[in-house]
């Protein structure tokens, strides 16, 4: 199954693109730019840069009208930057959505993509857990933290990170069941667990869902081992 670890890799962070920088370039930029640091590293401000915060969120707030929107508007433009590999961008608009709104859970979900795409998995599972703590109900985080530990499993073949994996992915599927992602993962965990039974309920309910994002080699690999 060592192929599937390719196909599964590509899908878990959007930033599978190239990007455009190493993480030894992106921790040597961390020292000098706060912009790069979860939380902007909770270093104490000048009052210059108090003043330019409230600037920035003021103009905002005329736009998005409350925090949480304007929060949430500037997770989604992260995103999108790191979708492209721009991962400095990425961090300054995931940043900025903390400044509006601390409580909300989505930028530990920017933070913790970031991280992962480097494969820091240890600095990205801190982020998720920080966003759990606000919201544990968040599907989408729990889908991701899950992915990084079944990742682990693909290198390492601890079975108790693939365990972990399920466990977190079934606390993701019974929030929301309609998450084409969880329900993708959840098949690739249980067919690693060689649980075709399980495997092909939850690669059914995915395409039942729209299909997305199955990957052929993956539904190749499964008729040709969970045959049905």
Not at 196 to 206: D, L, T, V
Request: charged residues 20%; neutral net charge; proline residues 3%.
């Amino acid at each position: 199954m060592k192929y599937i670890f390719t196909t599964l890799f590509s899908l878990i962070f959007v930033c599978s693109f190239a990007q455009q920088m190493s993480y030894d370039e992106w921790k040597k930029e961390t020292q000098s730019e706060i912009n790069l640091r979860p939380e902007y590293g909770n270093v104490v401000k000048s009052q210059g840069e108090l003043k330019e915060d409230q600037t920035f969120v003021d103009l905002v707030l005329k736009q998005d009208t409350t925090p949480r929107k304007g929060s949430d508007h500037l997770v989604r433009l992260g995103f999108t930057y790191l979708s492209k590999g721009d991962m400095v961008t990425a961090m300054k608009r995931f940043n900025q959505a903390w400044l509006l709104d601390p409580k909300n859970e989505n930028v530990y979900w920017g933070y913790g993509a970031i991280y992962g795409s480097f494969s820091d998995y240890s600095a990205a599972i801190v982020q998720y857990d920080k966003g759990l703590v606000i919201n544990p109900e968040s599907s989408v985080i729990l889908t991701d933290k899950a992915t990084l530990y079944f990742v682990q499993f693909q290198q390492d073949q601890d079975n108790s990170k693939l365990n972990t994996a399920l466990d977190l992915l079934k606390r993701s599927y019974s929030i929301d069941p309609k998450n084409t992602s969880t329900t993708y993962k959840l098949s690739i965990c249980y067919f690693l667990s060689k649980d075709c039974i399980n495997a092909w309920k939850f690669y059914n309910e995915c395409q039942k869902l729209g299909g997305q994002p199955i990957a052929e080699n993956y539904t190749n690999a499964l008729k040709n081992i969970c045959p049905n």
